[in-house]
């Protein structure tokens, strides 16, 4: 701690460092991407460091600094295209095409670190469905006040005057966006996710390393989604990922997986031999459905290793 700091300010200064973790967790789902959310929470703490004489009442710090935060993420998202997955933009690819070019990474929901234990288990469900990689890409179809408002609430679980006096609107107003955000919600569809099945997660990892393509295969579901962000590429079925498999000269031979945890779901860091070390590749994230994986989510992106506090190289 720096020793020139008042004691207010020293006091200020734990306060915000016991919110950093909640409000990026805030607008991670506000933004769908962890690398951005770092840097809105970022600008927040900024903000809230230089406008502190501001806060005459310190039981208000938190209110204030989520009023700061949703801010900033309006502001983020003001002049760009939401984020989503492969899916939500193109059709299946051919199994033995190219993976194509990658696209910018605004382009994508990325994944998130699943928050460490509470010892609530109510709580935990709901941190987890509510950082669900499906739920997230769904939040990115609302406006983004009625984003905020349907966090607030029904993840949050603020009062509606709460969050009226945050947004500046009446009760009445946030009544209505929620109703909207809700309807919105459900025309998207995301889906009440399963608990994490560490046993499948063992299985797959094993096979995977041995570059066993019917194991690998065999764990997926019949109709099991696969994707690859940054390309848009992406597959239908188990049967096309075995022919992607066996066809690519991506494939998954000389890696090795670090079993993590991403969205409320089991998840590995993906790590490829070169040079007789292993190098960051990416991170999967892998959706479970009656002890079969139905979504695999494999995020190519190197730079995702730093959220979630990995190496980018293995001895």
Known sequence: MNPTLTPARS??????????????????????????AEDAVQETMMRAWRSADRLTDPAGLRPWMYRIATNVCIDAT????????????????DPRGDL????????????FPSASATGDP????????????AFVAALQYLLPRQRAVLILRDVLCWRAAEVAELLDTSV????????????????????????IDTGLLERYVAAFERFDIDGIVALLRHDAVIDMPP????????????QWLTHSEVGCRRKRLVPIEANGCPAAAVYREHDGRFEAVGIQVLVCSGGEIS?????????????????????
């Open 122 to 133: 109510s709580e935990e469900a709901v941190s987890r469905e509510s950082i669900r990689l």
């Open 231 to 242: 390309v848009s590429f992406w597959l239908r079925g188990r049967e096309a990922f075995r």
């Open 78 to 93: 003001t002049d760009r295209r939401r984020r989503a997955l492969p899916m939500d933009l193109v059709a299946a690819a």
């Open 172 to 195: 009445d107003a946030i009544n209505s966006m929620l109703r909207r955000a809700r309807s919105a919600l459900a025309a998207a569809g995301p889906e009440a996710g399963e608990p």
């Open 11 to 36: 006091a200020l200064a734990r306060e915000l460092a016991a919110l950093r973790r909640p409000l990026l967790t805030y607008c991670y789902r506000m933004l769908g991407s962890a690398l951005e």
């Open 100 to 111: 194509g070019a990658a696209l910018p990474e605004s382009t994508w929901v990325q994944p």
């Open 295 to 315: 979504e695999l989510h494999v995020f190519l992106q190197p730079e995702l290793f730093r959220i979630f506090g990995l190496p980018e190289t293995l001895g």
